[in-house]
């Protein structure tokens, strides 16, 4: 497949500017990407969330594309309804043209409260796109914690305290969760790399069924980073090795992105003030324990992707 | 051309649904809605209807599917009960709000806890206030009936909501009764085609739909919607009057029984009218002048129609098969006499909370509640204006 920046940019923006997102949102930015790299006309569905919010305060629509928002926990339950409806119009002749089906959510929406909408639009093999934009907490109610949210991170339900430092428990796999419905076609990707995002998208909309991708979309406001940097995070992500880019097509798992140096994570976590307490000499084990999960995942999956160290 | 079948209510609903032939069905087993979605289900598998079947993972799904499918403009229907209603409680708003003619199929059921799969009406009272019309069935020939209606009231341009109707839980839905149905292609002749001016797939002309609403703007999409259940009433009567042309039934917002000269009367929903009726029958005997009026349609509200026709008896006890935890009476039993405020003369109403859980009712409480209504009639002071019927205290 191949992907010109130059071809890429002369396409009309399916997601106006004008929203209220803040400056530097990366999720936004991820947004205008995903629909970008459609082909077929497309229809949306957000669950509620920042992305929903921002971009549909009546009487303004930034969305050029038909949209719908219905509740936080059921955009897979609703894009589930638009695609049936879909394959039941066109039976009937009502409908002719190609349509491309995504369905956007947050991490709060995907991991958490949409999970089980989520896991049952797998299963009944509905074809359509359900793109995760993990910012790693809900953000849109005040950075709280989820699902999604990193071991060791503060947020304003497990703040950094004198007794319990941040968040204790580890983030949840959730792309080997869809991936485990046999799903055709699951990956990770994160907006740094446009080429590597925009060819998943097209991968995942081409596929004869159901399929995911989980986007890591650093949020400022959340994670504490100038509000320039949310790009240079999400490559520091795949460096150190914490946000893999990977894919698994019809079963078979294939790393995308292998870092020369496999960087410290440190380097990701000393420009993020989600992390600062981490750095106090008696919290400092929970780096270790962060380094060393991220080793051991990240061995895992080179093992699942027939790669070596 | 019309057949007279047996079915049970489940069997009844099952087969207006056949008959509609909907685009998108989305289901979700719950007792005892079940039979109805297994009837459908062999519809589905012997290609007897061209519905794509979604089955979802839980009500709140179904809800949200047929919420997609609807604002796609594909005809959309689906059906529950009881917890499974409460469950899709936040999508019944959404699908109100955003003007999406679903049809549902109501199987009343007891709420837990405790846990109890047998009917009372505290589910669709729990929904009242959600959006959508509430249509009431008295047996498997009216449950057959408003589903065919429900259509027609849900698609009409002027209002496009929601329409939920009602059967009662085992009591009709599992009751083999006989009832005259259509021939499908008369149906579908009489529904005719949905084809809505806006859809999600008109890929030409898209459009947002659920958008974050605000201080400036929410009170009035919320005056609005206000405005389109109220027009309602005239649509809902239409289509009953046509459905009356097209077999002989013809249907209005509140049905009167005996009551041209009654001066004492139960007002009730569902399955409990035609157990009135056969006591209003006996009291008649007895030389009572008894009287009953079925409320059809609960939403919207027949504030009107209920005022002129109660305000001549003397007496008036209304029948909830729910209870409104900390209110004063039954959700039925307050709207009731919110209309009648302010008419002269109104009659005196008291109210009697029964069947909960499937708690049978006969015709002997029936009858109680009418002596009890005679002997106020005849100057006896009231003792207590909220009852419990057929409990024991």
Same mark, same amino acid.
């Given at each position: 497949?191949?992907?010109? =920046?130059?071809?890429?940019?002369?396409?009309?923006?399916?997601?106006?500017?004008?929203?209220?997102?803040?400056?530097?949102?990366?999720?936004?930015?991820?947004?205008?990407?995903?629909?970008?790299?459609?082909?077929?006309?497309?229809?949306?569905?957000?669950?509620?969330?920042?992305?929903?919010?921002?971009?549909?305060?009546?009487?303004?629509?930034?969305?050029?594309?038909?949209?719908?928002?219905?509740?936080?926990?059921?955009?897979?339950?609703?894009?589930?309804?638009?695609?049936?409806?879909? +394959?039941?119009?066109?039976? *009937?002749?009502?409908?002719?043209?190609?349509?491309?089906?995504?369905?956007?959510?947050?991490?709060?929406?995907?991991?958490?409260?949409?999970?089980?909408?989520?896991?049952?639009?797998?299963?009944?093999?509905?074809?359509?796109?359900?793109?995760?934009?993990?910012?790693?907490?809900?953000?849109?109610?005040?950075?709280?914690?989820?699902?999604?949210?990193?071991?060791?991170?503060?947020?304003?339900?497990?703040?950094? $305290?004198?007794? /319990?430092?941040?968040?204790?428990?580890?983030?949840?796999?959730?792309?080997?969760?869809?991936?485990?419905?046999?799903?055709?076609?699951?990956?990770?990707?994160?907006?740094?790399?446009?080429?590597?995002?925009?060819? *998943?998208?097209?991968?995942? =909309?081409?596929?004869? $069924?159901?399929?995911? /991708?989980? /986007?890591?979309?650093?949020?400022?406001?959340?994670?504490?980073?100038?509000?320039?940097?949310?790009?240079?995070?999400?490559?520091?992500?795949?460096?150190?090795?914490?946000?893999?880019?990977?894919?698994?097509?019809?079963?078979?798992?294939?790393?995308?992105?292998?870092?020369?140096?496999?960087?410290?994570?440190?380097?990701?976590?000393?420009?993020?003030? +989600?992390?600062?307490?981490?750095?106090?000499?008696?919290?400092?084990?929970? /780096?270790?324990?962060?380094?060393?999960?991220?080793?051991?995942?990240?061995?895992? =999956?080179?093992?699942?992707?027939?790669?070596?160290? | 051309?019309?057949?007279?079948?047996?079915?049970? !209510?489940?069997?009844?609903?099952?087969?207006?649904?056949?008959?509609?032939?909907?685009?998108?069905?989305?289901?979700?087993?719950?007792?005892?809605?079940?039979?109805?979605?297994?009837?459908?289900?062999?519809?589905?598998?012997?290609?007897?209807?061209?519905?794509?079947?979604?089955?979802?993972? %839980?009500?709140?799904?179904?809800?949200?599917?047929?919420?997609? %499918?609807?604002?796609?403009?594909?005809?959309?229907?689906?059906?529950?009960? %009881?917890?499974?209603?409460?469950?899709?409680?936040?999508?019944? #708003?959404?699908?109100?709000?955003?003007?999406?003619?679903?049809?549902?199929?109501?199987?009343?059921?007891?709420? %837990?806890?405790?846990?109890?799969?047998?009917?009372?009406?505290?589910?669709?009272? !729990? !929904?009242?206030?959600?959006?959508?019309?509430?249509?009431?069935?008295?047996?498997?020939?009216?449950?057959?009936?408003?589903?065919?209606?429900?259509?027609?009231?849900?698609?009409?341009?002027?209002?496009?909501?929601?329409?939920?109707?009602?059967?009662?839980?085992?009591?009709?839905?599992?009751?083999?009764?006989?009832?005259?149905?259509?021939?499908?292609?008369?149906?579908?002749?009489?529904?005719?085609?949905?084809?809505?001016?806006?859809?999600?797939?008109?890929?030409?002309?898209?459009?947002?739909?659920?958008?974050?609403?605000?201080?400036?703007?929410?009170?009035?999409?919320?005056?609005?919607?206000?405005?389109?259940?109220?027009?309602?009433?005239?649509?809902?009567?239409?289509?009953?009057?046509?459905?009356?042309?097209?077999?002989?039934?013809?249907?209005?917002?509140?049905?009167?029984?005996?009551?041209?000269?009654?001066?004492?009367?139960?007002?009730?929903?569902?399955?409990?009218?035609?157990?009135?009726?056969?006591?209003?029958?006996?009291?008649?005997?007895?030389?009572?002048?008894?009287?009953?009026?079925?409320?059809?349609?609960?939403?919207?509200?027949? #504030?009107?129609?209920?005022?002129?026709?109660?305000?001549?008896?003397?007496?008036?006890?209304?029948?909830?098969?729910?209870?409104?935890?900390?209110?004063?009476?039954?959700?039925?039993?307050?709207?009731?006499?919110?209309?009648?405020?302010?008419?002269?003369?109104?009659?005196?109403?008291?109210?009697?909370?029964?069947?909960?859980?499937?708690?049978?009712?006969?015709?002997?409480?029936?009858?109680?509640?009418? #002596?009890?209504?005679?002997?106020?009639?005849?100057?006896?002071?009231?003792?207590? #204006?909220?009852?419990?019927?057929?409990?024991?205290?």
């Amino acid at each position: 497949m191949k992907l010109l =920046l130059k071809e890429m940019a002369k396409k009309e923006d399916l997601l106006s500017g004008g929203h209220r997102a803040c400056t530097g949102c990366v999720p936004a930015d991820v947004l205008r990407q995903v629909l970008l790299a459609a082909d077929n006309p497309v229809v949306a569905t957000c669950a509620t969330g920042c992305m929903e919010v921002v971009t549909t305060i009546f009487p303004y629509t930034a969305w050029k594309v038909p949209f719908i928002h219905s509740a936080f926990e059921n955009s897979a339950a609703t894009i589930s309804g638009i695609e049936t409806a879909y +394959r039941a119009l066109k039976k *009937k002749g009502k409908i002719k043209d190609e349509i491309d089906f995504i369905a956007f959510g947050g991490d709060g929406g995907t991991y958490d409260i949409g999970l089980q909408a989520l896991s049952g639009a797998m299963e009944r093999g509905h074809k359509f796109l359900y793109v995760c934009y993990d910012n790693e907490a809900y953000m849109n109610t005040g950075i709280q914690r989820s699902g999604a949210t990193p071991m060791g991170a503060a947020t304003s339900t497990s703040p950094a $305290g004198s007794v /319990i430092p941040g968040k204790r428990e580890s983030k949840k796999d959730l792309t080997t969760i869809v991936t485990a419905h046999k799903i055709p076609y699951s990956a990770q990707t994160a907006p740094y790399n446009w080429k590597d995002l925009a060819r *998943k998208v097209k991968t995942a =909309l081409a596929a004869e $069924g159901p399929s995911f /991708i989980n /986007i890591l979309s650093p949020c400022y406001r959340g994670w504490r980073f100038p509000m320039e940097e949310g790009i240079e995070i999400c490559r520091l992500a795949a460096d150190t090795c914490i946000w893999p880019l990977f894919e698994i097509e019809n079963g078979n798992w294939k790393l995308n992105y292998k870092p020369k140096v496999k960087k410290p994570v440190e380097e990701y976590l000393k420009i993020q003030g +989600r992390f600062r307490h981490l750095f106090k000499e008696a919290n400092k084990h929970i /780096i270790e324990e962060i380094q060393t999960e991220v080793d051991e995942n990240w061995e895992n =999956l080179l093992q699942k992707c027939g790669e070596t160290q | 051309m019309s057949s007279i079948v047996a079915l049970t !209510g489940n069997d009844a609903v099952g087969t207006a649904m056949k008959q509609i032939n909907p685009d998108v069905v989305a289901a979700f087993p719950i007792t005892p809605q079940t039979e109805l979605m297994h009837k459908f289900a062999d519809f589905v598998a012997n290609g007897e209807v061209d519905t794509e079947f979604v089955l979802v993972e %839980s009500e709140h799904s179904a809800m949200s599917a047929v919420i997609g %499918s609807s604002a796609c403009g594909a005809r959309s229907m689906t059906a529950t009960s %009881s917890c499974g209603f409460a469950l899709m409680w936040e999508l019944l #708003y959404v699908a109100a709000s955003c003007r999406f003619p679903i049809v549902m199929a109501v199987v009343n059921r007891a709420l %837990s806890a405790n846990i109890n799969i047998h009917c009372d009406h505290s589910d669709t009272m !729990g !929904g009242r206030d959600a959006g959508w019309i509430q249509i009431y069935s008295e047996n498997s020939q009216e449950a057959y009936d408003n589903t065919i209606q429900a259509v027609k009231i849900a698609e009409n341009p002027s209002i496009l909501l929601p329409v939920m109707i009602t059967l009662d839980g085992f009591i009709i839905s599992h009751t083999t009764e006989t009832l005259n149905i259509l021939d499908g292609k008369d149906v579908r002749d009489w529904i005719g085609e949905y084809n809505p001016k806006r859809s999600l797939l008109d890929i030409k002309n898209p459009f947002t739909i659920g958008p974050l609403d605000l201080q400036d703007y929410y009170f009035e999409h919320k005056r609005q919607q206000a405005e389109v259940i109220n027009n309602s009433y005239d649509v809902i009567v239409e289509v009953g009057k046509e459905y009356g042309k097209l077999t002989g039934r013809e249907y209005d917002l509140i049905e009167k029984y005996m009551t041209e000269d009654a001066e004492i009367a139960v007002i009730v929903l569902g399955s409990t009218a035609g157990t009135t009726k056969e006591a209003v029958d006996i009291l008649r005997e007895e030389g009572i002048k008894a009287g009953m009026i079925k409320l059809r349609v609960f939403r919207p509200f027949p #504030y009107k129609e209920l005022r002129e026709a109660l305000s001549n008896f003397k007496v008036i006890s209304v029948l909830d098969r729910c209870i409104s935890f900390g209110a004063y009476g039954g959700p039925v039993f307050n709207e009731i006499k919110a209309a009648l405020y302010g008419i002269s003369s109104p009659p005196e109403i008291t109210n009697y909370i029964y069947g909960l859980g499937g708690r049978d009712v006969g015709i002997e409480e029936i009858k109680s509640v009418y #002596y009890d209504m005679k002997r106020i009639s005849e100057g006896e002071k009231v003792k207590d #204006y909220i009852n419990y019927l057929g409990v024991r205290e």
